[in-house]
T-cell receptor
């Protein structure tokens, strides 16, 4: 069964304390892995798409990497405004639909 | 800026009273999606349109219907909302079936 698991469920960091969020997946024939940021009461905001193992993408303090079984979202020197839920989703398998993880709730304290 | 717009942002309705949620896009994307997201859960796909072709998920209740009168607009109709339909409803679009999906801000629906 196609599945996406994110860890940890919640993460509390001090401002400037770098860390990584994990997204592990089982899907046959990965077509794409997507990272989104979701603020409370808002829709998911697109961050990155990764297509193949070894691919990396960066945006400001965020860097996403992909292996054959998992993806990491690295946050370097986070700021309080990085606080949000980070969702990972994969597209692949027998259907074309996105399979979402349940997200990691990140809180960055000043 | 090209974007996905949802109206209203907040909707309160009575149990059993029909409600319609609206989504419009200026991205000229072929595919439009409706998701339901309950508190602290992942978004759950209800259905999608690829151009005019409607695709319903097997576990989407019959109570939920959708219309796409043109490329830019898509509507979600809930014919007889129940208390369990209280959720955030998200509209998303993508250029093609296997492509990045861009989400609107969502409509927060409360059924009393």
């Amino acid at each position: 069964e196609d599945q996406v698991t994110q860890s940890p469920e919640a993460l509390r960091l001090q401002e400037g304390e770098s860390s990584s969020l994990n997204c592990s997946y089982t899907v046959s024939g990965l077509r794409g892995l997507f990272w989104y940021r979701q603020d409370p009461g808002k829709g998911p905001e697109f961050l990155f798409t990764l297509y193949s193992a070894g691919e990396e993408k960066e945006k400001e303090r965020l860097k996403a990497t992909l292996t054959k079984k998992e993806s990491f979202l690295h946050i370097t020197a986070p700021k309080p405004e990085d606080s949000a839920t980070y969702l990972c989703a994969v597209e692949g398998g027998a259907t074309n639909k996105l399979i979402f993880g349940t997200g990691t709730l990140l809180a960055v304290q000043p | 800026d090209a974007m996905v717009i949802q109206n209203p942002r907040y909707q309160v309705t009575q149990f059993g009273k029909p409600v319609t949620l609206s989504c419009s896009q200026t991205l000229n994307h072929n595919v439009m999606y409706w998701y339901q997201q309950k508190s602290s859960q992942a978004p759950k796909l209800l259905f999608h349109y690829y151009d005019k072709d409607f695709n319903n998920e097997a576990d989407t209740p019959d109570n939920f219907q959708s219309r796409r009168p043109n490329t830019s607009f898509c509507f979600l109709d809930i014919r007889s909302p129940g208390l369990g339909d209280t959720a955030m409803y998200l509209c998303a679009t993508s250029r093609d079936k296997v492509d990045t999906q861009y989400f609107g801000p969502g409509t927060r629906l409360t059924v009393l």
